[in-house]
Every structure is written in C-alpha cells, then in structure tokens.
C-alpha cells in the first residue's frame, strides 16, 4: 500500500479500531493458578464487555485485506495510545478445572471489590496486575465486534490522524 501521499509509512502509524454499535467492546483476560500438568490446576476466562472503547492494530497490517473481514477484531493491548474502556455493562466469568462455589464466589467477590488485605482495595485488571500473585495471565485481548470504523494515527502523537475512516484493501479475487 503506498501510504507516502498521505506523509506517513506502515511502521509510523498504528489504526484504530472503533465498533459503530454500543456494547460491542470486550477486554478478556485468561488466568491460571498452576501449569495445566501440575495438581490443583484452575483456569478462569473473565470477560468484561464496554458500552464504547477502541482497540488498535499495527500499521503493518494494513497490508493485509484478510485481517479487516472478520467480524471480530482481536486487538492487542500493548499496541496504540489505550482502549479508552467506558461504562462497563457486564462481566462473565467462564471456570474450568476443580472450582467450588465456594472459591468461584471468592474470586468474583475480589475481581469486584478487591482484596480485604490490599489497602488500595484495587478490583478487576487492577487488582489482577498491581496486587494479587496466585494468578497467572494466559492470554489477554481486546476483542471489538463490526461493524468497524478504521482511522490511521500517528504512532506517537496521540491527535495526528493521518486518514479518518480509512477503508481496508479488497482481497483480488485472481
């Protein structure tokens, strides 16, 4: 894609993703407290779905049609300037492994309120990276469901958009 015209190259910009309808914006988190080999593992899937937010995506993945048809977009959370998450709708939890109700209900109850114990009572992803040290991050990523608006931004400077509603490339159909 020739992107000189528009004073930036692949590896200046990141694209932002942004869903045109409300509620379709999850951040998810895959957590475990021991290697599945070992005893007494668990495994959580915590999904929380936002009214409104974004994700991004590499400049470099403008090059590939295929990558725009989904209709999911899975975002890495490393990339571009924050989701910017608002008005969070609802959070499901998916268990796997030897849970009782009893420890389901402690950890939902710690995800939500936070730990007695930490005095900066952090809860959610909060409470996952800054305070507690049984669970593990599997996975992570935020997931935006089409349909989609795409902008081109600078990688650095979080107001420079380069193209505002960019479309992706059409796959030849050779």
């Known amino acids: 894609m020739d992107n000189i015209k528009h004073g930036f190259n692949k590896d200046d910009v990141v694209v932002r993703v942004t869903p045109l309808h409300k509620k379709s914006i999850t951040q998810m988190i895959q957590l475990y407290n021991v290697p599945a080999n070992e005893p007494g593992h668990k495994f959580v899937e915590v999904n929380e779905t936002y009214r409104w937010g974004y994700g991004y995506r590499e400049g470099d993945d403008m090059n590939w049609a295929y990558i725009w048809k989904d209709d999911s977009m899975y975002c890495d959370n490393?990339?571009?300037?924050?989701?910017?998450?608002?008005?969070?709708?609802?959070?499901?939890f998916d268990y796997d492994g030897d849970w009782t109700d009893e420890e389901k209900e402690e950890f939902e109850?710690?995800?939500y309120?936070?730990?007695?114990?930490?005095?900066?009572?952090?809860?959610?992803?909060g409470w996952i990276y800054d305070y507690q040290d049984t669970w593990q991050i599997e996975d992570e990523q935020l997931i935006v469901n089409g349909p989609y608006k795409f902008d081109v931004m600078d990688k650095n400077d979080?107001?420079?958009i380069y193209i505002e509603n960019w479309q992706p490339p059409v796959e030849d159909q050779a």
Do not use: M, Q
């Open 113 to 125: 309120n936070g730990d007695p114990d930490d005095p900066d009572n952090r809860t959610g992803f």
């Open 109 to 111: 109850s710690k995800w």
């Open 158 to 160: 979080y107001s420079k």
């Open 78 to 92: 490393t990339i571009g300037h924050g989701a910017e998450l608002d008005d969070l709708c609802s959070v499901w």
